[in-house]
């Protein structure tokens, strides 16, 4: 059975090669095992996972592969997408799911 993502929708597959060191799937992969290592749940890694892997297929739509690529500008702009991004409804996300989304931006930012 495929999980779905938070709001129903099923995260869209990490762009990128998974051979690339410093790529998206690479590091979101060891982010997700440290967080595991330092006793995460199984449900708080998926969302993280999850969350990320929306992240990362608006910045691929962007031309944006690798993590290192990522500035202060271009997350600012991710966030003014999360807010007026509309779902299959017409509603917008509501503010604890663009809340949501950017959490997990975060601490993954902080790492290397």
């Not at 998974?18 to 749940?41: H, I, K, N, T, W």
């Not at 990362?56 to 991710?78: C, F, H, I, K």
Request: charged share 25%; proline share 10%; net charge positive.
């Amino acid at each position: 059975m495929t999980r779905r993502g938070p709001g129903g929708r099923t995260p869209p597959p990490f762009p990128g090669d998974r051979g690339d060191l410093a790529g998206f799937p690479r590091l979101v992969d060891e982010f997700c095992e440290d967080m595991a290592a330092r006793g995460y749940s199984p449900r708080t890694i998926g969302n993280r996972r999850a969350m990320l892997g929306f992240l990362a297929a608006w910045l691929a739509e962007r031309g944006v592969t690798r993590p290192a690529d990522v500035t202060r500008p271009v997350l600012e702009s991710y966030q003014r997408h999360l807010f007026h991004y509309r779902k299959a409804n017409g509603d917008p996300l509501s503010f604890r799911s663009q809340s949501q989304r950017l959490l997990a931006v975060r601490p993954a930012r902080g790492r290397g």
